[in-house]
Nanobody, 126 residues
Framework: QVQLVESGGGLVQAGGSLRLSCAAS????????MGWFRQAPGKEREFVGG????????CHADSVKGRFTISRDNAKNTVYLQMNFLKPEDTAVYYC???????????????????WGQGTQVTVSS
């Protein structure tokens, strides 16, 4: 069982930055792929970034590529999402997700993940 708790969301002006954190519990954190998704009001949840268990493989949605970076620190059981050059269209609830361990690779689909956090709100003002 993996439990996930996101933090770091908030209100920021366009062009600003935020760093989201996802703290995971469970002994198998370092043995599973992780990801970030987001959901804006009235829209479906969409993929933002994914990272392999080792951290060597990452992937990002085209809409955030070059602006957002996913990373992880297995010693701290934490996954991060660094968000730079934020735009109003980035406004959403951001969710951390974990695959059932053991797993590897960069996973992009909602159905790839078995565990979800409660989400953290990110609001970007114009």
């Amino acid at each position: 069982q993996v439990q996930l708790v996101e933090s770091g969301g908030g209100l920021v002006q366009a062009g600003g930055s935020l760093r989201l954190s996802c703290a995971a519990s469970g002994r198998t954190f370092g043995n599973t792929a992780m990801g970030w998704f987001r959901q804006a009001p009235g829209k479906e949840r969409e993929f933002v970034g994914g990272i392999s268990w080792s951290g060597y493989s990452t992937c990002h949605a085209d809409s955030v590529k070059g602006r957002f970076t996913i990373s992880r620190d297995n010693a701290k059981n934490t996954v991060y999402l660094q968000m730079n050059f934020l735009k109003p269209e980035d406004t959403a609830v951001y969710y951390c997700a974990a695959d059932r361990p053991p797993s590897t690779g960069c996973l992009r689909s909602l159905s790839d993940y078995d565990y979800w956090g409660q989400g953290t709100q990110v609001t970007v003002s114009s």
